[in-house]
């Protein structure tokens, strides 16, 4: 049987059953839609359980793959599948002899714990996704451009685990490993966003500078020219730039940045950013913001608008406030939960609820601490006013 896996078992030979596999699923799915397709890999995988055969061994691997794939693009499976399928890609590679390390059929192993990344990601199980791209980085001997993909994984995960330090130096790994120009600007925006949240301002000026004559993607470009107005909006609290490139037709007239424009202003020290805010007049305009793609920022927001509603008793307001708090640490980005700690802490202080302020702001303030490494409480240059309270004695009046 060794021989007949070694010759089955390789990488031209993977790469045409995978080609074939496609081809295959793609008619499925013309014809019964992504659950019926869904249902289709996994009676083949089924169906192949038993086998031994080398040639099966491989085509029931990528249908494994397959059904990974699709849950992470479409869902459909439980937890448990998830991890009954794992666990299968495991032993396949195990019994056919696949060993991690530097075979030439390794990268299997890569594959497969890079799609359990993605999966936990998708989950907002940001810690498991971490794990699981630290091994699809070590676990097989790839090339410096799945390398470099690897470390803007990994960069992704640990910044939104709040380790800026971590973040950054897989990013610039990254940076160094590819000369693919797609992957090279993603990285080098999350890189300028991961300094700026470290609080290394003048390092994050610098390279917002230098990327704006290289980065040539146009959504890559949107983002940068947004890291570049938070840093200023940070350093002056003036959001007039901000707010100027997400009126109606404007660059960034886009839900993401129009929600984040709101907790930006929701965060300030004075109203009157609130006041200025054309599109989003509290909750009337959030409600018709399209959030396919952001449904907790979109939340987390409208609540947060809302409870400005002085029309609405304000216990139902602070209720609807306590329902989206454990929301919070779930959002896919480390500043958009900074930001919803630091406008939910400001509307509980307007509203002379210190000891619920206190408790929200202290999870702003900890993890600014943790993304700065303890150079800063402050992270988003918001709060000063907030950190010089002292709390204890707000508590007592």
């Not at 029931?60 to 666990?87: C, E, T, W």
């Not at 990601?121 to 799945?146: D, T, V, Y």
């Amino acid at each position: 049987m060794a021989q007949n896996v070694f010759e089955i078992w390789r990488r031209p030979n993977i790469e045409r059953e995978k080609i074939g596999i496609k081809k295959e699923l793609d008619q499925v799915l013309l014809s019964h839609r992504e659950e019926g397709r869904l249902l289709y890999i996994i009676e083949q995988i089924n169906q192949l359980s038993e086998t031994r055969d080398a040639e099966k061994m491989l085509r029931r691997f990528i249908l494994v793959m397959s059904a990974l794939v699709h849950h992470y693009r479409f869902g459909g499976l439980g937890k448990r599948q998830i991890n009954d399928l794992a666990m299968q890609g495991q032993e396949i590679l195990r019994v056919v002899g696949v060993k991690p390390g530097h075979n030439q059929v390794a990268f299997l192993y890569s594959e497969l714990h890079s799609i359990l990344s993605d999966i936990h990601h998708s989950n907002h199980e940001f810690a498991q996704a971490l794990w699981e791209r630290q091994l699809s980085a070590k676990i097989a001997i790839m090339p410096a451009e799945h390398m470099a993909r690897q470390n803007l994984g990994m960069g992704t995960c640990s910044l939104r685990l709040g380790n800026a330090a971590l973040a950054i130096h897989a990013l610039k790994n990254g940076l160094s490993q590819t000369e693919d120009p797609h992957t090279r600007d993603r990285i080098r925006v999350q890189l300028v966003k991961a300094m700026r949240l470290a609080g290394r301002l003048e390092e994050t000026r610098e390279l917002i500078q230098e990327s704006e004559n290289i980065i040539r993607d146009e959504s890559c470009k949107l983002e940068l020219q947004w890291q570049r107005v938070t840093l200023h909006a940070s350093a002056s609290q003036d959001l007039s730039e901000m707010i100027a490139i997400t009126r109606k037709g404007m660059s960034h007239d886009a839900s993401s940045y129009l929600m984040e424009l709101y907790l930006w202003a929701a965060g300030q020290p004075k109203m009157k950013w609130l006041d200025r805010i054309p599109a989003l007049d509290r909750s009337s305009g959030l409600v018709n913001i399209n959030a396919q793609h952001h449904g907790q920022l979109q939340s987390i927001t409208q609540s947060i608008a809302e409870a400005y509603d002085s029309t609405v008793p304000f216990i139902k307001r602070i209720s609807e406030i306590k329902k989206v708090m454990p929301r919070i640490r779930d959002m896919p980005f480390v500043d958009h939960e900074l930001l919803s700690w630091i406008a939910m802490a400001r509307w509980l202080y307007r509203n002379r609820s210190y000891e619920l302020a206190a408790t929200v702001f202290m999870e702003y303030k900890s993890l600014s601490l943790k993304l700065s490494e303890g150079a800063s409480g402050d992270i988003l240059g918001l709060a000063d006013d907030l950190l010089a309270i002292n709390w204890t004695e707000k508590y007592s009046r």
